[in-house]
């Protein structure tokens, strides 16, 4: 049985998914957008200040889900430019100690032309 998570302190869906959906123990996060929930506006077009916003919407939908970083197993990472990749990896080095298995790759380009967006896969065990 999937059983749908939303919380209004990370970014509505822009489009027909969830922001995140458990299928047994496993709760899986959509892509999270650097979307401040309180005014819906993109983050400043600064890598490091749209990868703070985005770990903060990862943790709302995680803490509404009853979990915390913790509970990460996976990410996965798309860069608009790998040229961001040191700055983004320091933001998110400082949320993720857990040290999650994790794939970065670089995109063409993301909606709303965010330079970064991150997937979330969690246990909970």
Do not use: H
Request: hydrophobic share 50%.
């Amino acid at each position: 049985m999937l059983i749908r998570v939303s919380t209004p302190k990370a970014p509505a869906a822009i489009g027909p998914y969830s922001q995140a959906v458990w299928a047994g123990d496993f709760l899986y996060l959509s892509g999270m957008m650097p979307i401040d929930p309180a005014t819906g506006a993109l983050a400043p077009a600064d890598i490091t200040a749209q990868a703070a916003q985005i770990m903060k919407n990862i943790e709302a939908v995680l803490a509404e889900a009853g979990l915390t970083q913790e509970n990460v197993v996976k990410t996965t990472c798309f860069l608009s430019d790998m040229a961001n990749f040191a700055a983004f990896n320091s933001v998110y080095g400082e949320y993720f100690t857990s040290k999650p298995a994790r794939s970065c790759v670089a995109v063409r380009e993301l909606p709303k032309s965010a330079l970064v967006e991150v997937e979330v896969i969690a246990y909970r065990g």
